[in-house]
């Protein structure tokens, strides 16, 4: 795993005698797309506004690049785009003009990288025009185009894909991911479209009411929370031609080290069995099954969306 860009440390948030942040502890790794979820009023926008400086810590820190949020938060900051909830631009200027206007605060920005912002977002043909004009999808993009003016390490977005079509999500999605592994930004993004997180973002952190309670990978040889990566068992569905038979002979024929028969949690259906199983098993697993008469038609891995992780972890709860 690469060096964390942000380390979030024991970061805790008290309003009188109410905690909305509780002892959150997390790294973000450079370069990736990573996820933010959690039910309604359980602490996202809140982490958020702490890490842009829109609202203090009770306790604990957060640095960004090497630099704390509470001792050095300029230079930490620095290092930031962010869109919180919906980005404000003025209407009655042109795109360009409010590129413009926003490279003027901080140093070193060329015209050359506003224009780059702009063809990365895909602004091209409509820059010039009003931003009373456009659509909240397009405003969506200048919002992003805005955030990016500094090439920042870091970019938080809170719901970005508020207001867009399909297509407009779609090209917003591989653009995120393209900037994180073309230029190695890490984009921080919190979302209530799980479809769109599960297609986006390496990986997620889950938090309710105020404490983070899982990691998941959705990437390929990634590392989930439990520090497990490749060799964790998975769903696999075997097609056979006796169900029955099939789960009553992989009861009695794996066995612990110990000679014990395992105890395993086999799912017969019509047609098929389902067990958790790790990769390297599967083909063991088939010999047991053909070498005791059952006919294997196929096999193949089961997969939970997103949406079914969420909801175990969270005990059902809505996601908003």
Do not use: W
Not at 21 to 47: A, C, H, R
Not at 122 to 130: H, V, Y
Not at 312 to 317: D, Y
């Amino acid at each position: 795993m690469s060096q964390p860009i942000v380390q979030l440390k024991q970061v805790t948030k008290r309003i009188g005698n109410k905690t909305i942040i509780d002892n959150l502890t997390l790294d973000l790794p450079q370069g990736e797309v990573f996820g933010f979820l959690g039910p309604n009023g359980s602490g996202k926008t809140t982490t958020i506004r702490m890490m842009v400086g829109l609202m203090r810590l009770t306790e604990g820190d957060i640095v960004i690049g090497g630099s704390s949020i509470r001792t050095d938060f300029e230079k930490a900051i620095r290092q930031v785009g962010a869109i919180v909830e919906n980005p404000e631009m003025y209407k009655y200027l042109s795109g360009y003009r409010n590129l413009m206007h926003y490279a003027r605060m901080v140093p070193g920005i060329s015209r050359n990288r506003i224009d780059e912002v702009i063809r990365l977002t895909g602004l091209d043909k409509r820059i010039e025009d009003k931003v009373k004009t456009y659509s909240l999808g397009m405003r969506q993009r200048l919002g992003v185009a805005q955030a990016l003016l500094h090439k920042p390490s870091l970019l938080i977005l809170d719901e970005p894909t508020n207001g867009l079509d399909p297509a407009g999500i779609r090209e917003l999605r591989d653009y995120l991911r393209r900037l994180a592994v073309e230029e190695g930004t890490t984009v921080f993004v919190s979302s209530h479209l799980l479809s769109e997180m599960e297609l986006m973002c390496d990986r997620v952190a889950i938090i309710q009411a105020g404490k983070l309670i899982d990691i998941r990978s959705l990437r390929p040889g990634g590392v989930d929370s439990n520090g497990m990566g490749e060799g964790v068992p998975g769903q696999v569905l075997f097609e056979v031609d006796r169900p029955d038979e099939a789960a009553r002979l992989l009861q009695e024929e794996i066995r612990t080290a110990d000679g014990v028969p395992a105890k395993l949690d086999i799912r017969s259906a019509e047609g098929s069995i389902l067990l958790d199983a790790m990769r390297e098993d599967i083909a063991e697993l088939n010999g047991l099954l053909v070498r005791g008469g059952i006919r294997v038609y196929s096999i193949r891995s089961v997969s939970k969306s997103l949406e079914d992780q969420f909801l175990e972890v969270t005990g059902g709860e809505s996601v908003v």
